[in-house]
């Protein structure tokens, strides 16, 4: 396979293959890399095309599907398309080995598939080659009559969707089984990020459900943490209250983990937090757990806009947040050019005030040698 747009030359893609024995019906897709899930989803996308779930699903011994064979020369499945065949309602089968008549079934496919579609063809991107292989599966499926039958694979599929089984309701957005144990940190590895579950859960085996947009997590029949799927490498998703019963013994962890919270929210809101830790170190345990109470009470979206207003004025502190967020048309768009928070906050005092000033120490500066010994910095290194 060959692309001519520069920045892709030289990549390569991985197809998924699919076809109905009795109608010949195929389906085939494309992706620059072939995971697990992924290709458990090629499959699921498949049974929407053709309508229904068949009895029997034969695969080549591919790991997402059969891990290996145990003394019995039986498969062993992967658990998550073992559960998939549970839900779906299909009979799970691999080809045996030396089985010509199986695994030729399957390398024919492939075959084909790079013979009569990808042999000779070049594309610009992903986008021309998934337009490609649309058009020619609409050639082989709805206009070339099957070498097997003598038909167009379409007017048999009709026939062969009554004998099919009904999708479940969950195949727009299945999420794959796997089974997870909490950490001492109080956080599940899936693939290559880590998300928080509740403090008491720690060394417990969960079910995790792996959606398209979202991870579940299990324990037996309850729903123990819900978080939004990252699309990062070895992040870390983590929810603040899921670590409060470990705060009675590790208290300074609090503000910890209410930062990182905050820093995952928006690049905005990672640079307001990092400008308040400068600029009032002093204060900034009890700045940001002010702060943490104040996204709890007003919801995520009103206090990230109105963190954003308050640093366009360079203003660092949940008081001044939460004096926008009591004013409605504060944090609407554009507000910030009529906007003064001096006006808000009479009683407040500005950010000059509160950030420690160098001028303040330029006195001491110019006059050091005018300074008694006892006022000057002492410095000193011991064993």
Not at 33 to 46: D, G, H, P, S, W
């Amino acid at each position: 396979m060959a692309f001519s747009k520069p920045e892709l030359a030289g990549q390569t893609r991985y197809f998924f293959a699919a076809r109905l024995k009795y109608s010949r019906f195929m389906c085939v897709n494309f992706h620059p890399a072939m995971r697990e899930e992924t290709r458990l989803r090629c499959l699921i996308a498949c049974f929407q095309t053709i309508g229904g779930v068949p009895w029997v699903v034969v695969t080549d011994p591919m790991k997402p599907a059969v891990l290996g064979r145990n003394e019995h020369h039986e498969p062993v499945w992967n658990p998550a398309y073992q559960k998939l065949a549970v839900e779906f309602t299909f009979h799970p089968e691999a080809c045996a080995p030396a089985s010509g008549n199986q695994k030729g079934a399957v390398e024919n496919l492939v075959k084909y598939v790079q013979g009569n579609f990808i042999a000779g063809r070049t594309f610009h991107d992903d986008a021309e080659l998934a337009e490609q292989c649309t058009a020619w599966l609409h050639h082989v499926n709805t206009e070339r009559p099957s070498d097997a039958s003598g038909q167009p694979p379409v007017e048999l599929l009709a026939e062969e969707q009554h004998t099919l089984g009904a999708l479940p309701a969950t195949a727009q957005d299945y999420g794959f089984f796997d089974c997870v144990v909490v950490s001492r940190e109080g956080l599940v590895a899936i693939e290559p990020n880590r998300y928080s579950v509740p403090a008491p859960l720690i060394g417990q085996a969960l079910t995790a459900r792996i959606h398209t947009t979202r991870i579940e997590l299990w324990a037996s029949h309850e729903l123990v943490a819900t978080h939004g799927r990252s699309q990062e490498h070895y992040a870390r998703i983590g929810n603040p209250a899921h670590f409060e019963a470990a705060f009675s013994i590790k208290p300074r962890a609090r503000v910890m983990v209410y930062r990182d919270w905050w820093c995952d929210l928006a690049p905005a809101v990672s640079s307001s937090v990092r400008e308040l830790c400068h600029k009032r170190r002093a204060e900034m345990n009890a700045q940001l757990l002010a702060l943490y109470e104040l996204a709890q009470e007003v919801g995520k979206a009103d206090f990230v806009a109105a963190l954003e207003v308050a640093a366009e004025q360079q203003m660092y502190g949940a008081e001044y947040v939460r004096a926008i967020v009591t004013v409605p048309e504060a944090s609407a768009p554009h507000a910030t050019t009529e906007l003064h928070l001096s006006a808000l906050l009479p009683s407040v005092p500005t950010q000059q005030e509160v950030e420690r000033d160098l001028a303040h120490y330029e006195h001491y500066v110019a006059n050091r040698e005018q300074l008694p010994e006892s006022v000057g910095m002492q410095t000193g290194a011991g064993t």
